[in-house]
């Protein structure tokens, strides 16, 4: 199957992070979802790219990862992969639950290896999906131009993207750390 018509995934998760530090601002609850396609050369997370590695996602584990979410202290959710966006039953499911308990209070932050272009112009769940996010890291992980320092990102060519703002205004806004 192309890469382009995996959308749903298996509905599998490879881990969650009740509370991460290194993915995006402040404190945050991370899930990774399993099964990627794009087989970066050098991906820091080979299992996840299988679609049924982990533990089956349910509605017992969204609501997990949706308390892991409500204390003060937690930012936000972000959501790794695994592609995010080759699993929409478990990712887009995440996103609405999360916006419909916390509202825009908290952010959702999202790493995939799609552009931001390819995905502003799905007219399918994708672009559902990208409109429920405050910030994308996107593009898909080189290692020829891997950098140790780069913040929530792996290599030169990924880009942090302020999702509202580029889809407001059309053209592609950088996300500025605060
Ligand atoms: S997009 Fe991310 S998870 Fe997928 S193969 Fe590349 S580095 Fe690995």
């Known amino acids: ?6 959308i749903h995934g298996q509905g599998y998760i490879a881990r969650i992070e009740s509370q991460s530090f290194v993915d995006g601002e402040g404190v945050r609850c991370s899930v990774y979802v399993s099964g990627c ?16 590695y982990g533990e089956q996602f349910n509605n017992d584990v969204l609501e997990e990862i949706l ?4 204390p003060d202290y937690i930012d936000g959710l972000s959501i790794l992969g695994g592609e995010p966006f080759c699993n ?3 990712t887009l499911k995440c996103a609405r639950a999360f916006r419909e308990r916390f509202g825009n209070g908290k952010s959702i932050w999202v790493w995939s290896g799609f552009l931001f272009e390819y995905l502003a112009h799905e007219n399918t769940e994708r672009r559902a999906f990208l409109e429920l996010i405050d910030v994308l890291v996107d593009g898909p992980f080189m290692s020829h131009l891997y ?3 780069l913040p ?3 290599s030169l060519n990924q880009r942090i993207i ?3 703002a580029s889809l407001q205004q059309a053209c592609l806004c950088e996300y500025i750390a605060t």
Do not use: E, H, T, W
């Open 147 to 149: 950098r140790s320092n």
């Open 152 to 154: 929530y990102k792996g």
């Open 162 to 164: 302020n999702v509202q």
């Open 1 to 6: 199957m192309k890469i382009l018509n995996l």
């Open 67 to 70: 308390d892991n979410c409500a």
């Open 37 to 52: 396609p794009f087989d970066c050369k050098g991906c820091y997370n080979k299992a996840a790219q299988n679609f049924r």
């Open 88 to 90: 929409l039953d478990i």
